[in-house]
Structure formats: structure tokens, C-alpha cells
């Protein structure tokens, strides 16, 4: 498997950027034989959907993030995007049609270490 990291709201370059979800599979994997790519960056840096209730759209993600793989090689069959919460699913699918249109064959999963449940959740959302 490949596992890939959703990025942070905050683009590399901003003093606020954080590799967090790249740290915790590096940690957790370690010594196993599996291939962990930071497969997908923002263009710029967002509020994170935690700080704000005017949560950026899907198309506005999907229009700032970018696939970018500097390895040259394809990743492995099983593609597993790893995020550290689950609240409508938009990061998951920004992540998950970047990565089909990049790899087509790849199969993708997803995995996520916890999972916001709203009454309300806002309209748009994959809840």
C-alpha cells in the first residue's frame, strides 16, 4: 500500500504549516515495509475547517490542491489517504479524484483516525 497524507490547511511556506499527518504515519509505520508519499499539496494556505463555521467549498479545495509526486514512480496498487478527522468527507474526495485522474489504476481507500457527527451538518457537506 501507499499511504498518502491529506495536507493541512497552511501551504508549505507558511510559518503556520504543519506536517502533522505525515509525522503520525512515519511514527506508526516505521520499520514496516510500506511507502508513505506526501502526495498532495495546497497552492495556498485556508482557515482550517475547525476554526471557522464558513467552511471553504469542495470546488475552491480542489481548485488550490495539486497532485505532485517528485518520486517518479508509480504508487502501489492499494492507495490509502490518511486524514486525522472526518467532517464531511470534502478533504477525502479532493484527495481521492486528484490521485484517480493522477494513478487510474490505483485503488483508493481512505482512513481516518476520527470522525465529526453533527446534528446539522452544513448544506454541501458529505456528512
Known sequence: MTFVPVPGSKA???????????QVLQRALQGWAVDIRPLLKLTQSTPADHE???RQPYNEL??????????????????????????????????????????PEAEIRGLFLARCV????????AA
Not at 508549505?12 to 505525515?22: F, K, T, V
Not at 453533527?118 to 457537506?125: L, Q
Open 12 to 22: 508549505a511556506g507558511d510559518p503556520d504549516h504543519d506536517n502533522r499527518m505525515l
Open 52 to 54: 471557522t463555521t464558513d
Open 62 to 103: 480542489l481548485a488550490i490542491s495539486r497532485l505532485e509526486d517528485l518520486s517518479g514512480e508509480d504508487p502501489r496498487p492499494i492507495v490509502v489517504i490518511v486524514d486525522d478527522v472526518l467532517n464531511s468527507g470534502k478533504h477525502f474526495k479532493v484527495a481521492q479524484v486528484l490521485i484517480s485522474a493522477g494513478f
Open 118 to 125: 453533527r446534528e446539522n451538518p452544513p448544506e454541501g457537506d
